[in-house]
C-alpha cells in the first residue's frame, strides 16, 4: 500500500518536470544549437567547493579545461583559471511566447564553456539540449495521447450511445487498428510523407500520426463503459424519473467515462514519448538541429560513441522517472475509479 | 467447431483486405512517387520518366492498380520494389527469417520466463518478494526499449564476450555446425534484449489474472476440499486464468516486432528493420507496404490462433459460439 | 458421548484496509455430534459465515484466529500444519457455499473437478475414479451422471450446479458438512428438492450438518438444533419450538420476521376504473446470428392480463424465465410490448410522455447498481426532482431530508457514498428516491432478495406503513411466496409468459405446502431458455 504522500509525489513530479521542459530556456545554460567545435566530447564538468590550494568556496565553482597532451583521454582541467557559477546570468537569446529574453538559472561568465553532463560532438551542452529534448518528446506524448483520447472519446461515445450498425462498423474498423503492427503502421504512413519538414512540422505530424493511428484502444474502452452504463439500473432508474438523453450523459455517463479515459491517457503517454523517442531515432521524426531525446539518443549508436563517452546515453536514462510517475499516477487514478 | 473457426477465418479476411485497402489508401494519397524526384533531374528526359511509369503501369486507373497490387499480395510479390527492380516478396521473404530468427526465440523466452514468475508472483502476494517484483516490474516498464538495446550493445562492446553487428561473422569455420553457431552466438543479445522489452508486461498480466483467479470462490473452494497445492494452482487456477493471458499473447506480438525493429537497427541485424528504414527513406513505397502487409497477415494470424486456442480452453466460449 | 465437531471459545478479528480490527466472533462454542443437524441463525453480518470458514480454517488473509479451538474428532484443526489439515478437509470434513455457480470452477467439467477431489483423498485406478464419480452425481439424484460428468457449469441449472458442488463436497464420504446459505440463490422448488435431497444423504451415508441461514422456516423443518448469532457471538440455542418462547426481540424477529408485518388488507371492491390494467400483453424477443438466417424467438409475454387497484398490493409470482422482469419492465416503460395494452388511471401507458414517467416507478433488484456510486445519499434522492425542475434547491433537499427520515434512515447518512452502506440501507434510500416523485405505482422487481429474512420483514414494514401514509399501490415481483402472501392482498402467479393461477393471500396461508401450490399452477416440465434482460 502505498503512501498519501507518494501518490501526490508522481503528480507533482509530473507537474515539476513539464513546468521545466516548458520553461527550458531559462533553466538550460546554453541554446541547444550554441556549438563549441574545439570542444567535442568534452566530459561533463566538474563541480567544485574546494580549490587546489585546499581553500572552500561558498560558491561552487569549475576549473577551465583544455585537451590533454595525450591522445585519447580527452581533456584535463586547467587550475589555474576559475569561473564561479553564477545564479541568474545573462546567456544566448531564448524565445518565450512573444518576448525575447536572454536571462538564464545559471550559468558561467567567461569565454570558458560549463558542460553539466557533458557535450556531444559539436562540443553542445548535452544539459542543455536534453531540457529542450524534453519539451519535444514529454509534449509530443502528451499531446498524442490526448488527441488519441479526444478520438476515442468521440469514436466510443457515439459508437457505445447509438449502438446498431454505426457501433458494429467502428468496432471492426477499430479491430483493423488494434490488428496492424502499428509502428509499422507509423513508419508507413510517415513514408508517405515529405522527408524533410521544418521542425514544428515534423513535430505536429509526430503527434497528429500518432493520435490517429492509435485511437482504436480508447475509443473500444469508451465505448465498453458507455454500454455497460446504458444498461446499469442507475441509468434506468434515471430514464423511470423521466430524465432526458443529455441529463444522463451529462451526470452518469461522461463521469464513469472520463475517468476511464483519463486512466488509459496517461498510461498511453509514456509510450507514446518513447514512439516520438524511436521515430525520431530513426531519422522520421524531428531532425536536427532541434534536439528530441529520440535524435540525440541515435548519436551514441555510433561504437566508439557509445563505448567511450557514457553521457550520450543520457537522454535515454531521463525519461525513467517521469514514466514511473506517469504509471503510479495511472494506478492511482485507476484505484480511485474502483472504489 | 467448423462455424466457429470459419467465422474467425472470415473476420481475418476482412481485416486483411481493410489493412490493404488503408496502406493502399495511404500509398496514393502521397504527394509525388519514386520518380518525382527523377523529373527535377536536368538529366533524365520527361520521356524517360512517363516510359518508367509506363512499365510499372503506373498510369492505370486506381481501381485497376489496387486490383493488381491485390493479386500481387496473393501470390506473395507484394508489388513491386522500384528501388531494387525486383518483386518485394523477393526482398523480403529472405529479410522475413531473419526478423523470426529474432522474434520467435525472443516471445517464447519472453512467455517462458514471465508466466511460471508472475504465477509464483501471485502466490506471495503482499509479500517481499511480491513488493520487490511491483517495483521491479514498473521499473522494467519504465526502461525505453531504445536504451535496453543499446545498452546491451555497450555491454557486447566493454566486454567483448559477444560479436556485434550482423548475424555472422566475416570468416566463418567451414561445416554446417559452425554456422549455426555462429549465428545462434550473434543473435543471443538481440534475443535477449528483445525478450526484456516484452517481459514486464507480460509478467503484470499473468500476476494480476492468477491473482483474481486465486480471490475466486471457487479456488477457495477447492482448497476447503483438501486438494494439494500443486492441483489447487495448475490444474484449477491456471487454466480459469489462461483466457485473458492468450488474448495478451496475440497483442504481445505486435509490441515485440516495432521493439524489433529498433533492435535490428541497433545491432545492424539483416530483418526487416534495417531494410524497411532504407526504404522509408528512398521512397521505396511498395516495399513499405509489403511488409506492413506482411505484419498485418502475420499478426492476424496470430489473432486468429488465439481466438482458436481460446475456443479450445474455454468452455464458456463455445458455448457462446 | 464425545462431540464430531466441537467449536469452543471461538475470536476471529478482521483487519481492515484502514488497519483497524474488527472484532467478527468472540468467544463462539458449538458442538456437532454424529448424524446431527444444526442449525445457526443469524442477521447477515452476525459472523455465521466466519464461523462456517473457520472451522475449515479457510478465513481470508486479512482474518485472524485470536483464541479458541476447533476440535475434529478430538483433534484440534488449529494446530494442524498445511499439509495435515489438507488432509482433513474433503475428507473428514466438507462445505458447501451460497453460491453454486461460484463455487465451481467454469473451464474444467464437472466430472473433472469431483475426481480432482477423489485424487487428493484416496489412490484409485483411472477406472476406478470414473465409476466412483458416476456413482457420486448418481447419488445426489442425477439419472445420467455421465452426460453431466462431462458438462461444464454454465451448462447446468442452478440447482443442478448445487448438486454438483454436494457430490464434489461429499465425495469422500466427511463425517461433516458445513452447509453455508445453500439455498438461498435458489429459487422455491429447487430449495425443495436440495433440502430432500441433503435429508436423504444425511441418512444414507451418515453425514452431520452444520446448516447457516438466515431463514427458520427452513431450519424448523431440518435442523435438531440451532443457534441463534447476533454480532459475533451465540445468544441463544435450541429447537426452533423452544425459540419461539424466546423473549429477545432479535430472536424473534428472526423466528418469525413476518409477525411485524400488518394482514394485508383483502382487495377493496373496485371503486371505479383500476388504476392498472394491463390487456393481452405480449412480448417477444429475436435473437439472430450474424452469418445464420436462423432466428430464434423467444415470447416472454404471450397475453398477459392484470388489473391493480389504487394503493392494492399485488404480488407476481413465479420461476426465473417465467416473464415476470418483462413485465415489470414494459409497465415501468423500458421495454416496448409488442402487442395489447397498457393503461394507467385510464390513460395508455404506451403514449405517456417522458416527462410524465414518474408516475411508475421502479425499485431494482439490485441495490448498489440502481445507486450511481458516485452520488450521495442526498444527490441520489434529489436527483428526480432536478430532473423534473420541482422545487428550489432548499426545498428539494429539505424534501430529501425528510424522505431519509420517513424511511428511517439518520441525517448523517446524507452525505454518505452506496458503497458506504448495507444492503438494507441502500435499498432504503432507492426506496425513498422512487417516493420523491409522488408516484401512483410502485413496482419491486426481486427488490427483497438480496435481503435477509430480518431486513425484508423490517422493510417490508416500512413499505405498509409509507404506502398507508401516501397510498400508492404496489406490484411485488418475486419468486418467494411465502414472504410475498405476507405482504400482498393477492398473488398472480406467473409461468411461460402468462397468468396462470390468481391466490387471495389467505389461501396460500392456510396452505400447508406452498410448494405444491406452485407446481400446481406452474407447469414444471416446460422449460424454456431464460431470458429477461433486453437481447
Known amino acids: ?339 | 467447431m467448423i462455424r466457429y473457426i470459419s467465422r474467425r477465418f472470415a473476420n481475418s479476411l476482412f481485416l486483411l483486405v481493410v489493412v490493404s485497402a488503408i496502406v493502399f489508401g495511404l500509398a496514393q494519397a502521397a504527394p509525388g512517387d519514386f520518380f518525382s524526384d527523377a523529373t527535377i533531374n536536368q538529366r533524365i528526359s520527361a520521356e524517360t520518366v512517363a516510359a518508367l511509369r509506363a512499365r510499372y503501369g503506373m498510369e492505370k486507373s486506381l481501381p485497376v492498380r489496387y486490383w493488381g497490387w491485390l493479386r500481387s499480395l496473393g501470390t506473395g510479390e507484394l508489388g513491386y520494389s522500384f528501388a531494387y527492380d525486383l518483386p518485394v516478396g523477393k526482398i523480403l521473404w529472405p529479410r522475413m527469417g531473419h526478423t523470426l530468427l529474432l522474434t520467435v526465440p525472443a516471445l517464447l523466452l519472453s512467455w517462458l520466463v514471465a508466466v511460471p514468475l508472475g504465477i509464483l508472483v501471485a502466490t506471495r502476494r503482499g509479500s517481499l518478494v511480491d513488493r520487490i517484483f511491483s517495483v521491479g516490474t514498473s521499473a522494467m516498464l519504465a526502461l525505453p526499449d531504445l536504451l535496453i538495446a543499446l545498452l546491451i550493445l555497450l555491454f557486447a562492446l566493454r566486454t567483448r564476450m559477444f560479436p556485434v553487428g550482423g548475424m555472422n561473422s566475416v570468416v566463418i569455420p567451414p561445416g554446417w555446425w559452425s554456422g549455426w553457431k555462429d549465428t545462434a552466438w550473434h543473435m543471443f543479445l538481440p534475443v535477449l534484449a528483445i525478450a526484456f522489452g516484452a517481459l514486464p508486461m507480460i509478467l503484470r498480466h499473468t500476476r494480476a489474472s492468477m491473482m483474481e483467479v486465486l480471490d475466486s470462490p471457487y479456488v477457495r473452494a477447492a482448497r476447503g476440499l483438501g486438494l494439494s497445492r500443486f492441483v489447487t494452482l495448475y490444474r484449477h487456477a491456471l487454466p480459469a486464468a489462461a483466457n485473458p493471458l492468450i488474448s495478451l499473447l496475440g497483442i504481445s506480438v505486435g509490441g515485440l516486432l516495432s521493439v524489433s525493429l529498433l533492435v535490428e537497427v541497433i545491432v545492424s541485424w539483416p530483418g526487416i528493420g534495417p531494410l524497411v528504414l532504407e526504404a522509408v527513406l528512398g521512397r521505396d513505397l511498395f516495399l513499405v507496404m509489403g511488409a506492413v502487409m506482411f505484419f498485418s497477415v502475420f499478426l492476424i494470424a496470430g489473432g486468429l490462433l488465439a481466438d482458436i486456442l481460446l475456443y479450445l480452453l474455454d468452455p464458456r466460449i463455445r458455448m457462446q459460439s | 458421548m464425545e462431540p464430531l465437531l466441537e467449536i469452543s471459545g471461538l475470536t476471529v478479528d478482521y483487519t481492515t484496509a484502514g488497519g483497524s480490527t474488527v472484532c467478527a466472533l468472540s468467544d463462539v462454542s458449538l458442538q456437532v455430534f454424529a448424524h446431527e443437524i444444526i442449525g445457526v441463525l443469524g442477521e447477515s453480518g452476525s459472523g455465521k459465515t466466519t464461523m462456517g470458514l473457520s472451522a475449515l480454517r479457510l478465513l481470508p488473509a486479512n482474518a485472524a484466529i485470536r483464541s479458541g479451538r476447533i476440535r475434529l474428532r478430538g483433534r484440534n484443526l488449529l494446530d494442524l500444519r498445511e499439509k495435515d489439515l489438507a488432509k482433513v478437509r474433503g475428507a473428514e470434513i466438507s462445505h458447501i457455499f451460497q453460491e453454486p455457480a461460484q463455487a465451481l470452477n467454469p473451464v474444467l467439467s464437472a466430472g473433472r473437478q469431483i475426481s480432482y477431489v477423489l485424487r487428493a483423498h484416496k489412490k484409485l485406478s483411472n477406472r476406478e475414479l470414473i465409476a466412483e464419480v458416476h456413482a457420486m452425481l448418481a447419488l445426489v439424484g442425477f439419472n445420467d451422471p455421465e452426460r453431466i460428468a462431462r458438462a461444464y457449469p454454465h451448462q447446468l441449472s442452478g440447482g443442478q450446479r448445487q448438486r454438483v458442488a454436494i457430490a464434489q463436497a461429499l465425495a469422500c464420504r466427511p463425517a461433516v458438512l458445513i452447509a453455508d446459505e445453500p439455498l438461498s440463490s435458489l429459487d422455491a422448488a429447487t430449495q425443495a428438492e436440495t433440502l430432500a435431497l441433503l435429508q436423504r444423504l444425511r441418512s444414507e451415508i451418515g453425514l452431520a450438518i452444520l446448516f447457516i441461514s438466515h431463514d427458520a422456516d427452513t431450519l424448523a423443518a431440518f435442523a435438531s438444533r440451532t443457534v441463534v448469532m447476533e454480532k459475533g457471538t451465540v445468544v441463544a440455542g435450541g429447537s426452533i419450538q423452544e425459540l419461539r418462547s424466546n423473549s429477545s426481540g432479535y430472536v424473534r424477529a428472526l423466528i418469525s420476521p413476518g409477525a411485524s408485518l400488518k394482514a394485508p388488507t383483502p382487495a377493496e371492491e373496485a371503486a371505479g376504473t383500476p388504476l392498472l390494467s394491463v390487456r393481452n400483453l405480449t412480448k417477444r424477443y429475436v435473437q439472430r446470428q450474424v452469418l445464420s438466417r436462423r432466428a430464434f424467438i423467444v415470447e416472454a409475454l404471450s397475453g398477459v392480463s392484470l388489473e391493480l387497484n389504487r394503493g392494492a398490493t399485488v404480488a407476481l409470482i413465479g420461476k426465473s424465465g417465467a416473464g415476470k422482469s418483462t413485465l415489470a419492465r414494459c409497465i415501468a416503460g423500458f421495454e416496448t410490448p409488442d402487442a395489447g395494452e397498457m393503461l394507467l388511471d385510464g390513460f395508455p401507458l404506451r403514449n405517456l410522455k417522458r416527462q410524465m414517467r414518474w408516475q411508475v416507478q421502479m425499485i431494482f433488484q439490485d441495490a448498489a447498481g440502481s445507486l450511481n456510486p458516485r452520488f450521495t445519499a442526498e444527490r441520489l434522492i434529489t436527483e428526480p426532482l432536478d430532473i423534473l425542475g420541482r422545487g428550489t434547491k432548499a426545498e428539494r433537499r429539505r424534501r430529501a431530508l425528510n424522505l431519509l427520515e420517513e424511511v428511517g434512515l439518520d441525517l448523517k447518512f446524507a452525505d454518505r457514498l452506496p458503497a458506504e452502506l448495507s444492503g438494507g440501507q441502500r435499498q432504503r434510500i432507492a426506496i425513498a428516491r422512487a417516493l420523491a416523485v409522488d408516484p401512483k405505482l410502485l413496482i419491486l422487481d426481486e427488490a427483497f432478495s438480496g435481503l435477509d429474512r430480518p431486513r425484508q420483514a423490517r422493510i417490508g414494514a416500512l413499505l405498509q406503513t409509507l404506502q398507508q401514509r401516501h397510498g400508492f399501490a404496489c406490484l411485488h415481483i418475486s419468486h418467494d411466496v411465502g414472504f410475498a402472501s405476507l405482504l400482498a392482498s393477492e398473488i398472480l402467479v406467473m409461468g411461460d409468459g402468462r397468468i396462470a393461477a390468481k391466490f387471495s393471500s389467505e389461501e396460500i396461508r392456510n396452505s400447508r405446502d406452498t410448494t405444491a401450490l406452485m407446481s400446481m399452477a406452474v407447469d414444471p416440465g416446460s422449460s424454456r431458455p431464460e431470458v429477461e434482460a433486453a437481447p
Open chain 1, 1 to 339: 500500500m502505498k503512501s498519501r504522500v507518494w501518490r501526490s509525489f508522481s503528480l507533482w513530479y509530473l507537474i515539476g518536470v513539464h513546468l521545466i521542459a516548458i520553461f527550458a530556456g531559462f533553466v538550460a545554460p546554453y541554446d541547444f544549437a550554441r556549438q563549441e567545435r574545439t570542444r567535442p566530447f568534452a566530459g561533463p564538468t566538474r563541480v567544485h567547493f574546494v580549490d587546489s590550494s585546499g581553500k572552500f568556496h561558498l560558491r561552487p565553482f569549475v576549473y577551465g579545461i583544455e585537451k590533454s597532451e595525450d591522445l585519447g583521454s580527452g581533456y584535463t582541467e586547467d587550475r589555474s583559471i576559475f569561473y564561479p557559477i553564477q545564479f541568474l546570468v545573462s546567456g544566448d537569446e531564448y524565445a518565450v511566447g512573444p518576448f525575447h529574453c536572454s536571462l538564464h538559472l545559471f550559468g558561467i561568465e567567461g569565454p570558458e564553456r560549463f558542460y553539466l553532463l557533458g557535450a556531444d560532438g559539436f562540443g553542445r551542452d548535452q544539459f542543455s539540449r536534453m531540457l529542450y529534448g524534453g519539451r519535444i518528446s514529454l509534449f509530443a506524448g502528451l499531446l498524442a495521447a490526448a488527441l488519441a483520447g479526444c478520438l476515442g472519446l468521440l469514436i466510443g461515445g457515439m459508437a457505445g450511445y447509438y449502438g446498431g450498425a454505426l457501433d458494429d462498423l467502428t468496432m471492426r474498423f477499430a479491430e483493423v487498428f488494434i490488428a496492424v503492427p502499428w509502428f509499422y503502421l507509423l513508419v508507413a504512413v510517415r513514408a508517405v510523407l515529405p522527408l524533410h519538414l521544418d521542425p514544428s512540422a515534423s513535430f505536429s505530424l509526430v503527434v497528429i500520426t500518432v493520435g490517429f493511428v492509435a485511437w482504436a484502444r480508447p475509443a473500444k474502452l469508451v465505448r465498453g463503459v458507455i454500454l455497460s452504463a446504458k444498461e446499469r439500473s442507475f441509468v434506468l432508474a434515471s430514464r423511470g424519473f423521466g430524465a432526458s438523453t443529455f441529463h444522463i450523459l451529462q451526470r452518469h455517463i461522461a463521469p464513469a467515462a472520463s475517468g476511464v479515459l483519463l486512466t488509459q491517457i496517461t498510461l498511453l503517454v509514456p509510450q507514446f514519448v518513447l514512439t516520438e523517442v524511436a521515430l525520431s531515432f530513426l531519422g522520421l521524426g524531428v531532425a536536427e538541429p532541434v534536439p528530441s531525446w529520440g535524435n540525440m539518443l541515435a548519436a551514441a549508436q555510433h561504437y566508439n560513441v557509445l563505448v567511450s563517452y557514457w553521457w550520450m546515453l543520457i537522454p535515454g536514462l531521463v525519461p525513467i522517472p517521469t514514466f514511473i510517475a506517469y504509471h503510479a499516477l495511472s494506478d492511482n487514478l485507476h484505484a480511485r475509479l474502483d472504489c
